[in-house]
C-alpha cells in the first residue's frame, strides 16, 4: 500500500510540474507579442495643426490629449467595422468600399475621392522627425494618350433644331412627328385594341387601314383600354401646356386661338386622352367650388373637340357624357344662383349632349337611349331642385320632337304644377323663383312647335287645360301664334307666287302681239 501510493504521487508531481512549463511558455509568447505590437494612436501635434488651420491658437494640452483619444478610438472603430465588413465578403485586406460601408453604418458621411476597390498601396517617407503615407503615382505619357482610339468623342454643340407640328391643319411627314392615323384607325382602336395588338404583331399585314374583318371568336377576351400608351414629346408637352393655360386663362384672344387649335388640327390624337382628363378632373374641381367661368372654359373645349373631324371620341365618351352631364344637372353652378346667367351654361351643356347622341349613337351603344331614361327619372323624382330640373327639361328638348312628346309632353301638368308651387307659394327662396320662371319661358320656348305638329285645329283653351295643367293656357297662346304664323306666310307666299305668274302670263301676251 506504501509502494502504491508513493507511486501515485509521483505521478502527480510530474503533471504539475508539465502545467506550470506550458504556463510559462504562454506567459513568454504574450509577451513577445505585445513587446512586437505597434499602438497606434493619433498625435497631438495634428490636433494643434488642425486647430490652428481653423482659427484656434491657444489649445490647451488636456483639451488636445482628449481630441487625439477620442480621434484614436473612433478611427480603431471605424478601422474594425471596416475589417468586418471585409471578412463577409470573404477577404483578407480591407478595401476603400469597406471604410465607405463602415461609415455609413455610423451615420457619417463617406469620403469622396476614393473610389478604388482594392487595397491603396501607400508608401512611406521619413526625414526631419517627421513621418508621411502617400500614393504613388504612375507617370503618363500625354502624347500616347492623345493617339489612343479608344477616346471618347467630343460633345457637339448645343443647337436648337425648329419643326412644324402642323401646317395649316396638316401634320407634314417628317421623323420629328408622329405617324399620323386616320379617323378609321382610330375607330378600330377604340372598338377592338386586342385587335389591332394582334394585327401590328402579324407580318405582310397593313394596320394603317380598316380591316373589315371580323376577328375569330374566342372563348374568353379580356379588354383593357388605357388612356395613355405611351408618352408625348417634350414639343407636345409644351403645347399641352400651352393649350390647357390658354383655354382656361384670362387672356380671350389666346383662348380663341387654342379653340381653334382643337377644332382645326389633325395631329392632337396622341394628346386627346389628356386632353379629356384635364377636363374632366377641371369640372370635378370646378364643380365643388362652384367656379362657373372655368365650367364654361372647360364645356368650350369639349365643344372644340367635338367640332375636330380628325378626332374619334368614342373611347373617351365614359369621360365626356358625365362631364356633360354635371354642368346641365348640377344643383348649384355658381356662388350667386339668383343672379349668376347659369342658365347659360346649363342650355349649352344641353347642345352638347345633343351632338354626342347624334354623332355616337349606334345601335350597339344606344348611347340616347341610356341619357333620355337616366333624364326621365330624373323627371319623376319630387326633391329635385329647380335648377337640376331645368337642365333635365333642356337637354330633352334638344334631343328633338320625338323625345319631346315621348318623355315631356306627359309630365307638362306635373312640372306647371312645380311651377305653380315655386310662384305662388309663401317662403320660396328668390333663387326658387328665379329657376321657376326660367322653366316655364323654356317649356314655352321649344313645347309649342311640338304640340303644334300633333295636334290638329281648332286648338280650345279649356282642352290644353285640360291635357297641360297651369301652362295649358300660355302653350294655347303659343300654338295659336305659331299657326297664325305659318298661315300668314303660306299667304304671303302664295302672293309672290300668283304675282310671278301674272308676271309671266304679261310676258307671254306681250310676246305673242310682237
Known amino acids: 500500500m506504501i509502494k502504491l501510493s508513493s507511486g501515485h504521487e509521483n505521478k502527480s508531481n510530474k503533471s504539475s510540474h508539465k502545467n506550470d512549463a506550458t504556463h510559462e511558455k504562454l506567459a513568454r509568447e504574450k509577451n513577445s507579442a505585445s513587446s512586437s505590437t505597434i499602438v497606434a494612436h493619433f498625435g497631438a501635434d495634428s490636433v494643434k495643426m488642425i486647430a490652428e488651420s481653423i482659427g484656434i491658437a491657444n489649445l490647451s494640452d488636456d483639451a488636445t490629449r482628449l481630441i487625439a483619444d ?79 482610339s479608344s477616346l471618347a468623342k467630343l460633345p457637339q454643340d448645343v443647337a436648337i433644331k425648329c419643326h412644324w407640328l402642323s401646317i395649316e391643319g396638316v401634320q407634314p411627314a417628317i421623323p420629328e412627328n408622329p405617324p399620323p392615323l386616320s379617323k378609321d384607325r382610330l375607330r378600330l382602336d377604340g372598338i377592338d385594341p386586342s385587335l389591332v395588338l394582334k394585327l401590328q404583331n402579324t407580318p405582310g399585314i397593313q394596320t394603317n387601314k380598316f380591316i373589315t374583318q371580323k376577328p375569330k371568336k374566342m372563348v374568353e377576351v379580356i379588354k383593357v383600354k388605357q388612356y395613355a400608351t405611351h ?68 364645356m368650350r373645349m369639349v365643344k372644340a373637340l367635338l367640332d375636330n373631324h380628325n378626332l374619334y371620341l368614342e373611347k373617351y365618351l365614359h369621360d365626356l357624357i358625365p362631364t356633360v352631364l354635371t354642368c346641365v344637372v348640377s344643383k348649384q353652378l355658381c356662388l350667386r344662383p339668383e343672379q349668376d346667367n347659369h342658365w347659360a351654361l346649363r342650355d349649352f351643356g344641353s347642345r352638347l349632349m345633343s351632338q354626342i347622341c347624334r354623332n355616337f349613337n349606334t345601335n350597339t351603344n344606344n348611347i340616347q337611349v341610356r341619357v333620355t331614361q337616366l333624364l326621365s327619372h330624373s323627371l319623376d323624382k319630387e326633391r329635385i331642385a329647380q335648377s337640376s330640373l331645368y337642365g333635365v327639361i333642356a337637354c330633352l328638348c334638344e334631343m328633338g320632337p320625338e323625345v319631346q312628346r315621348a318623355f315631356l309632353l306627359k309630365r307638362v301638368k306635373m312640372i306647371g304644377d312645380r311651377i305653380r308651387t315655386n310662384v305662388e307659394g309663401m317662403n320660396i327662396s328668390s333663387a326658387d323663383k328665379a329657376a321657376a320662371g326660367h322653366i316655364e319661358s323654356l317649356i314655352l320656348r321649344n313645347l309649342p312647335t311640338t304640340i303644334k305638329n300633333l295636334r290638329t285645329p281648332p286648338d280650345i283653351v279649356g282642352e290644353y287645360r285640360q291635357d297641360y295643367g297651369y301652362l295649358g293656357p300660355q302653350l294655347h297662346m303659343a300654338v295659336v301664334n305659331l299657326r297664325s304664323k305659318e298661315g300668314s306666310n303660306t299667304h304671303r307666299i302664295n302672293s309672290k307666287y300668283q304675282s310671278v305668274l301674272i308676271k309671266k302670263n304679261f310676258l307671254i301676251l306681250i310676246c305673242s302681239f310682237r
Open 70 to 148: 477620442d480621434i484614436t478610438m473612433k478611427l480603431k472603430c471605424v478601422a474594425q467595422d471596416a475589417m468586418k465588413f471585409a471578412v463577409h465578403g470573404r477577404r483578407t485586406m480591407m478595401s476603400v468600399s469597406d471604410i465607405d460601408h463602415s461609415l455609413k453604418h455610423k451615420n457619417i458621411p463617406p469620403m469622396f475621392g476614393y473610389t478604388d476597390k482594392e487595397l491603396l498601396p501607400f508608401r512611406f517617407a521619413s526625414g526631419g522627425g517627421r513621418e508621411l503615407y502617400f500614393q504613388e503615382e504612375k507617370e503618363v505619357d500625354l502624347p500616347d494618350i492623345l493617339g489612343m
Open 231 to 298: 408618352e408625348l414629346s417634350m414639343e407636345q408637352q409644351l403645347y399641352y401646356k400651352e393649350i390647357t393655360e390658354a383655354c382656361v386663362g384670362s387672356d380671350e384672344s389666346r383662348r380663341i386661338e387654342a379653340l381653334q387649335s382643337l377644332t382645326y388640327d389633325s395631329g392632337l390624337h396622341q394628346m386627346l386622352p389628356r386632353l379629356c382628363t384635364f377636363i374632366s378632373e377641371g369640372v370635378k374641381v370646378n364643380v365643388v367650388q362652384n367656379n362657373l367661368a372655368l365650367l364654361i372654359y372647360l
